[in-house]
C-alpha cells in the first residue's frame, strides 16, 4: 500500500509542479507583452504549448502577440483556435477581424439562404452546454404535462395537459435536432490555414497542373480532400483547388 501511496503522491506532486510552472509562464508571457517585449512573450506562450497545456486565453493572447510582430498567418491561426475553444467569446471575434484585414486575399462570401442565416442565428443565441440545458428542461416539462393529463379527471384540462406536452416535446425535439446537426458539420468540417506569402492553387494535385488563382498567408480555407503531399480546399465564395499540405496548417 504504501508504495502505491508513494506513488500518487510522486505523480500528484508532478502535476502540480507543471500546473505551477505553466502558471509562470503565463505571467511572463503577459508582462513581457504588457511592456512590448512580444516576442519574448511568443516565446514565453509556445513554452506552454509545447507541455501540451491549452486554453482559450492562452492561444487568444499568442494571437495578440503574433498581431503586433505583423505575423499574419500565425496571428489569424491563433485567433481561429482561441475561437474553438470559446466560440461566443467577443472580445476574440473583434480581434480575429482586424487580424484578418490584415490579410491580401478579399474574398467574396457565399450568400446564405434566408433558413441558413435564421438557423445560425438561433444556434448562436446559446451555448451549446446551455442547448443541452435546455432540451433537458423541456423534455422534463414535456413529461410533466404529459402525466397530468393521465392523472386529470377533467377533459377539457386533459386536452389543454395533452396539447402543450405535445408542443413543448416537439420544441425539444427540434432543439435536439438544431443542435445535432451544428454540432456534425462543425465536427465533419476541416479548416486550415494558409502558411506562405503567395500560393499557388492547382487544378490537379501535382506541380505540372493549371494555377487555379492565388491565395496569400492567413488566407482560411475549408479542407475537403488529402492526395499524398496535396490537400483539395474550397475558400469562402466556393472556388476549390489544390494546394502543398505544407502550406496549409489544420486548425
Do not use: C
Not at 56 to 78: C, D, H, P, R
Not at 197 to 202: A, P
Amino acid at each position: 500500500m504504501k508504495p502505491f501511496l508513494t506513488f500518487v503522491l510522486l505523480g500528484f506532486s508532478s502535476l502540480m509542479a507543471i500546473a505551477q510552472d505553466t502558471l509562470n509562464l503565463f505571467e511572463q508571457g503577459n508582462q513581457a507583452y504588457n511592456e512590448a517585449r512580444y516576442q519574448e512573450a511568443i516565446t514565453a506562450y509556445q513554452a506552454i504549448l509545447e507541455q501540451e497545456q491549452h486554453s482559450s486565453a492562452l492561444y487568444f493572447n499568442l494571437a495578440n502577440s503574433y498581431y503586433k510582430t505583423n505575423q499574419v498567418a500565425e496571428s489569424i491561426y491563433y485567433y481561429e483556435k482561441a475561437l474553438l475553444l470559446d466560440p461566443e467569446d467577443q472580445e476574440i471575434r473583434h480581434n480575429a477581424i482586424f487580424a484578418q484585414n490584415m490579410n491580401l486575399d478579399t474574398i467574396e462570401v457565399l450568400p446564405q439562404t434566408d433558413l441558413a442565416r435564421l438557423k445560425e442565428a438561433t444556434i448562436r443565441q446559446l451555448g451549446i452546454d446551455q442547448w443541452a440545458g435546455l432540451i433537458l428542461v423541456l423534455v422534463w416539462l414535456s413529461v410533466l404535462f404529459f402525466a397530468g393529463y393521465l392523472w386529470s379527471n377533467s377533459p377539457s384540462v386533459k386536452r389543454l395537459l395533452f396539447i402543450v406536452s405535445l408542443f413543448v416535446f416537439s420544441l425539444a425535439t427540434a432543439s435536439y435536432l438544431l443542435t445535432n446537426n451544428h454540432l456534425q458539420l462543425q465536427n465533419n468540417t476541416q479548416y486550415g490555414i494558409l502558411f506562405d506569402e503567395q500560393i499557388e492553387i492547382k487544378a490537379a494535385p501535382n506541380d505540372r497542373a493549371e494555377i487555379q488563382f492565388l491565395l496569400h498567408e492567413g488566407t482560411k480555407v475549408e479542407v475537403l480532400d488529402g492526395l499524398q503531399d496535396w490537400q483539395k480546399i474550397r475558400i469562402a465564395n466556393g472556388a476549390e483547388g489544390w494546394v502543398k499540405a505544407a502550406n496549409i496548417r489544420l486548425l
